[in-house]
């Protein structure tokens, strides 16, 4: 299995993918606080496996092409 890459370079690839759309709306479609997604934006914090799948399933990418490729 590939190995996770770093948590910043992870937290600007969710930035990129949330694009024009406010923290609050994709925090309340993935089912998380505005905090969380906040953290995991900012690279201080790695989502759990169930919310990398919905965080994945949102955006409409893969799972890998967020959390493991470098």
Known sequence: ???MIDRKIIGRRM???RGGRTQ???ARAINVSISALSSYELGERIPRD???VRIANYFGVSIQSI???S
Do not use: G, H, W
Request: glycine share 0%; proline share 7%.
């Open 1 to 3: 299995m590939s190995e």
């Open 15 to 17: 930035a990129e993918l």
């Open 24 to 26: 609050e709306e994709v």
């Open 50 to 52: 169930p919310i990398k």
């Open 67 to 69: 959390f493991f490729d």
